[in-house]
């Protein structure tokens, strides 16, 4: 069983087609890149499979169950789709280690000091084990969001999905974050799907990589043939080529 | 000044009571109604939005003595017998609520929807997220604005003194009325509130001062 | 701690000014210009009036002029002592607003249902009684209270109207009542009708008033005090009390007082004009 399935997936705002005949398939453990121009849908689509967005027709499958369904319980989906945001979110009325804590706590009953041990190994993991007790306005932007991380990682998550996590970053903040989340994907068999201009990280970890525009997918293809090859599509192209010589 | 309050300190002290019960009566209820109505309005759903709509704005758009009046002449005709007190009380906790429902949503509102957001992917109910991240925070938020509702409310309770209510205000009539005295009897009666909503107002702020320190 | 020291410095510096405040403000009465001689000049007075009370003072909606007793005698004395031409000006006053206007100058007079009493006395000065009235109780029809001694049960309550004279002796007459004090008659009388208390107590011609527009309530019992109305004037005008009194006897004489009443109560159900005519 995939992880995720759009079948003829639509989305409308209003009159606006934010999503046309989505199609995408993505296996579990896989790294699966979004890209292109803004305005092209990609923030939409990442953000219809933690519903966080409902969609208007087709089908969507996520972890094997129908998000159209009425019977689909939302809550029990996100506890396995983890979610890293663009403006990080980070609670804050809570420290950072409640941040990490608290999801565990409410959501899967996970036991104090177990749940403890675990929110300072995912600390250590991204490299902020002295920030435990600190309020998130007193972080930078790259500390929040590895923050952000440790606490979708905390969950457990069978995939997280990850919205433009280094856009809001001043760029020497920007490898942190991407260090972690390379760890992540090579570490584990987690499904991780990113909506990122980062093409570096995409050719480094990525296993495929899609390209969007105008609420269309253009593109999908295995990354090697993406960055090596020549996509197929004529818009892909220019994009890439834009973006590679920035 | 001094003759009226050595002459009338038993009055007085009745009417101050009678004040300060109504007004803490009718903070307690305010405040559970007003977030009731206020979280009805946040509501992701269409029919309990309208419903807590339409309550704060009928309510906030009569005047409290109409609002009392009502709870006075009319629910004894029809419905129950209700004395002064217990009409101004409900007049003023009903009229109140539908201030703090206002004040409450704003506050609700103000919290970014990331933090709902983030909430809900972290896999929380929609009542989890509203309990752990965005009422505590919309709390913090709401505090001063708050503050001056329950200022508001301690003066307002001035409407008990139409309903008969033996409140602050009915007793500085009376005593006006058979002392003749009106400009000191009605100073007694405006310090006397001074006593109750100075403190209240300090209060406020010390706690607006340590929530803030809590989480900077 | 210091901050509580602080608040209750700020209470008392505050309670400190509105003393000096009030001390300053007691001051100012109006007792250095003669009312009488202002009369003269401007050929008019100045009255208090009540304009929610039938009978005595009510204001006509439609003319939004006030009618009633009380109007027709002060115009009456107004011309008696200053003249045919001389014009009565009417200000609107409650019983709680009436003294306080009286005494800063607003008005010259106060003609308002006021009975003259002790208390009174020592704040403003009395006409003789132009209208000898008496206090009584107005019940709905059917109600098992029939005079003042039925009130005197503890849990009983009585309306009255703030600033009244009736509230102070329903206090003697039916100590063990509960009073209720509301602010001018039209809500005195809607609170009894939503059964807030078990009768309401004033003046009976006011009373017999209310009756005529609510024929499901009356008057019971006989009146259980003297109320004789008078006309308020500020204390230092005698010159301005003489000659309303003067004024008030050429009434009663020439038989304009008895017309007056007549007119006002001579078809009023149950209640006996001949007796205040004079």
Same mark, same amino acid.
């Given at each position: 069983?995939?992880?995720?399935?759009?079948?003829?997936?639509?989305?409308?705002?209003?009159?606006?087609?934010?999503?046309?005949?989505?199609?995408?398939?993505?296996?579990?453990?896989?790294?699966?890149?979004?890209?292109?121009?803004?305005?092209?849908?990609?923030?939409?689509?990442?953000?219809?499979?933690?519903?966080?967005?409902?969609?208007?027709?087709?089908?969507?499958?996520?972890?094997?169950?129908?998000?159209?369904?009425?019977?689909?319980?939302?809550?029990?989906?996100?506890?396995?789709?983890?979610?890293?945001?663009?403006?990080?979110?980070?609670?804050?009325?809570?420290?950072?280690?409640?941040?990490?804590?608290?999801?565990?706590?409410?959501?899967?009953?996970?036991?104090?000091?177990?749940?403890?041990?675990?929110?300072?190994?995912?600390?250590?993991?991204?490299?902020?084990?002295?920030?435990?007790?600190?309020?998130?306005?007193?972080?930078?932007?790259?500390?929040?969001?590895?923050?952000?991380?440790?606490?979708?990682?905390?969950?457990?998550?069978?995939?997280?999905?990850?919205?433009?996590?280094?856009?809001?970053?001043?760029?020497?903040?920007?490898?942190?974050?991407?260090?972690?989340?390379?760890?992540?994907?090579?570490?584990?068999?987690?499904?991780?799907?990113?909506?990122?201009?980062?093409?570096?990280?995409?050719?480094?970890?990525?296993?495929?990589?899609?390209?969007?525009?105008?609420?269309?997918?253009?593109?999908?293809?295995?990354?090697?043939?993406?960055?090596?090859?020549?996509?197929?599509?004529?818009?892909?192209?220019?994009?890439?080529?834009?973006?590679?010589?920035? | 000044?001094?003759?009226?309050?050595?002459?009338?300190?038993?009055?007085?002290?009745? %009417?101050?009571?009678?004040?300060?019960?109504?007004?803490?009566?009718?903070?307690?209820?305010?405040?559970?109604? %007003?977030?009731?109505?206020?979280?009805?309005?946040?509501?992701?759903?269409?029919?309990?939005?309208?419903?807590?709509?339409?309550?704060?704005?009928?309510?906030?758009?009569?005047?409290?003595?109409?609002?009392?009046?009502?709870?006075?002449?009319?629910?004894?005709?029809?419905?129950?017998?209700?004395?002064?007190?217990?009409?101004?009380?409900?007049?003023?906790?009903?009229?109140?609520?539908?201030?703090?429902?206002?004040?409450?949503?704003?506050?609700?509102?103000?919290?970014? %929807?990331?933090?709902?957001?983030?909430?809900?992917?972290?896999?929380?109910?929609?009542?989890?997220?509203?309990?752990?991240?965005?009422?505590?925070?919309?709390?913090?938020?709401?505090?001063?604005?708050?503050?001056?509702?329950?200022?508001?409310?301690?003066?307002?309770?001035?409407?008990?003194?139409?309903?008969?209510?033996?409140?602050?205000?009915?007793?500085?009539?009376?005593?006006?009325?058979?002392?003749?005295?009106?400009?000191?009897?009605?100073?007694?009666?405006?310090?006397?509130?001074?006593?109750?909503?100075?403190?209240?107002?300090?209060?406020?702020?010390?706690?607006?001062?340590?929530?803030?320190?809590?989480?900077? | 701690?210091?901050?509580?020291?602080?608040?209750?410095?700020?209470?008392?510096?505050?309670?400190?000014?509105?003393?000096?405040?009030?001390?300053?403000?007691?001051?100012?009465?109006?007792?250095?210009?003669?009312?009488?001689?202002?009369?003269?000049?401007?050929?008019?007075?100045?009255?208090?009036?009540?304009?929610?009370?039938?009978?005595?003072?009510?204001?006509?909606?439609?003319?939004?002029?006030?009618?009633?007793?009380?109007?027709?005698?002060?115009?009456?004395?107004?011309?008696?002592?200053?003249?045919?031409?001389?014009?009565?000006?009417?200000?609107?006053?409650?019983?709680?607003?009436?003294?306080?206007?009286?005494?800063?100058?607003?008005?010259?007079?106060?003609?308002?249902?006021?009975?003259?009493?002790?208390?009174?006395?020592?704040?403003?000065?009395?006409?003789?009684?132009?209208?000898?009235?008496?206090?009584?109780?107005?019940?709905?029809?059917?109600?098992?209270?029939?005079?003042?001694?039925?009130?005197?049960?503890?849990?009983?309550?009585?309306?009255?109207?703030?600033?009244?004279?009736?509230?102070?002796?329903?206090?003697?007459?039916?100590?063990?009542?509960?009073?209720?004090?509301?602010?001018?008659?039209?809500?005195?009388?809607?609170?009894?009708?939503?059964?807030?208390?078990?009768?309401?107590?004033?003046?009976?011609?006011?009373?017999?008033?209310?009756?005529?527009?609510?024929?499901?309530?009356?008057?019971?019992?006989?009146?259980?005090?003297?109320?004789?109305?008078?006309?308020?004037?500020?204390?230092?005008?005698?010159?301005?009390?003489?000659?309303?009194?003067?004024?008030?006897?050429?009434?009663?004489?020439?038989?304009?007082?008895?017309?007056?009443?007549?007119?006002?109560?001579?078809?009023?159900?149950?209640?006996?004009?001949?007796?205040?005519?004079?």
């Amino acid at each position: 069983m995939s992880m995720i399935e759009f079948h003829n997936v639509e989305k409308y705002y209003g009159k606006f087609h934010a999503l046309t005949n989505i199609n995408l398939t993505i296996e579990k453990g896989e790294t699966v890149v979004l890209i292109g121009p803004s305005g092209s849908g990609k923030s939409t689509l990442i953000r219809t499979i933690n519903g966080l967005e409902s969609i208007n027709s087709g089908q969507l499958i996520v972890n094997g169950f129908d998000l159209a369904s009425k019977k689909t319980n939302m809550n029990k989906i996100r506890r396995e789709v983890g979610m890293v945001f663009q403006h990080f979110n980070l609670y804050n009325n809570k420290t950072v280690l409640e941040n990490i804590m608290l999801g565990p706590r409410v959501v899967l009953g996970r036991k104090e000091d177990e749940n403890k041990k675990i929110a300072m190994e995912l600390l250590e993991q991204v490299g902020l084990s002295e920030k435990a007790e600190s309020m998130p306005s007193m972080l930078s932007g790259g500390q929040k969001q590895r923050i952000a991380i440790a606490r979708s990682l905390a969950m457990h998550p069978k995939c997280i999905l990850f919205d433009e996590p280094t856009s809001a970053l001043d760029p020497e903040m920007i490898d942190d974050v991407l260090n972690v989340m390379k760890q992540i994907a090579k570490d584990s068999s987690m499904t991780m799907v990113v909506v990122t201009h980062e093409m570096g990280f995409a050719r480094e970890v990525g296993d495929r990589v899609v390209f969007m525009a105008d609420g269309q997918i253009l593109e999908d293809d295995a990354k090697e043939e993406f960055f090596d090859g020549q996509p197929s599509n004529e818009r892909a192209r220019q994009f890439l080529s834009k973006i590679i010589k920035h | 000044m001094i003759n009226i309050v050595s002459s009338h300190s038993s009055e007085l002290l009745s %009417g101050l009571g009678q004040t300060v019960l109504c007004s803490l009566i009718a903070l307690f209820f305010s405040l559970i109604i %007003g977030s009731m109505f206020a979280i009805f309005e946040v509501l992701p759903n269409k029919i309990l939005q309208t419903i807590g709509r339409i309550y704060v704005e009928v309510v906030r758009n009569i005047p409290l003595l109409v609002v009392t009046m009502f709870f006075y002449i009319v629910i004894p005709q029809y419905v129950v017998s209700i004395d002064g007190f217990v009409a101004g009380t409900i007049g003023l906790t009903i009229y109140t609520s539908a201030f703090i429902a206002e004040t409450v949503r704003a506050g609700i509102q103000s919290v970014s %929807g990331g933090q709902m957001e983030a909430a809900r992917s972290n896999g929380m109910s929609y009542w989890q997220s509203m309990r752990y991240i965005v009422l505590p925070q919309a709390f913090k938020i709401v505090i001063p604005p708050l503050g001056n509702q329950f200022i508001n409310l301690v003066k307002n309770s001035s409407v008990l003194a139409f309903v008969a209510g033996f409140d602050l205000m009915y007793v500085g009539n009376d005593i006006a009325s058979t002392t003749f005295d009106t400009i000191n009897s009605y100073l007694v009666v405006g310090v006397m509130y001074l006593i109750i909503t100075m403190p209240l107002s300090y209060y406020m702020r010390y706690l607006e001062k340590r929530t803030n320190r809590g989480a900077a | 701690m210091r901050k509580i020291l602080k608040s209750v410095a700020l209470v008392f510096s505050l309670m400190v000014s509105l003393l000096v405040l009030s001390s300053c403000g007691s001051k100012k009465e109006v007792k250095n210009t003669n009312a009488w001689t202002q009369a003269q000049k401007t050929d008019s007075l100045t009255w208090g009036v009540k304009a929610d009370t039938k009978l005595f003072g009510l204001m006509n909606v439609k003319t939004s002029q006030i009618e009633g007793f009380d109007i027709d005698m002060a115009k009456a004395l107004t011309k008696k002592m200053l003249g045919k031409d001389a014009k009565a000006n009417f200000v609107q006053v409650t019983s709680q607003t009436r003294i306080p206007l009286l005494k800063n100058g607003n008005l010259d007079a106060i003609i308002a249902t006021m009975t003259i009493t002790d208390e009174r006395k020592k704040v403003v000065d009395f006409s003789n009684s132009y209208f000898d009235a008496g206090q009584s109780l107005l019940v709905k029809k059917g109600s098992p209270i029939k005079n003042v001694q039925d009130l005197n049960k503890s849990g009983t309550k009585v309306i009255g109207v703030v600033g009244s004279n009736s509230v102070e002796n329903i206090k003697k007459f039916a100590p063990k009542a509960q009073v209720i004090q509301l602010q001018d008659y039209a809500q005195a009388l809607t609170a009894l009708k939503s059964g807030q208390g078990a009768a309401l107590t004033t003046d009976n011609g006011i009373l017999f008033g209310m009756a005529v527009d609510n024929p499901n309530y009356q008057v019971v019992g006989k009146a259980f005090t003297k109320e004789p109305y008078g006309v308020a004037i500020n204390k230092g005008q005698d010159d301005l009390k003489e000659h309303v009194n003067k004024a008030l006897k050429e009434l009663e004489k020439s038989g304009e007082y008895n017309k007056l009443i007549e007119k006002w109560f001579g078809n009023i159900a149950g209640f006996d004009y001949k007796e205040v005519e004079r």
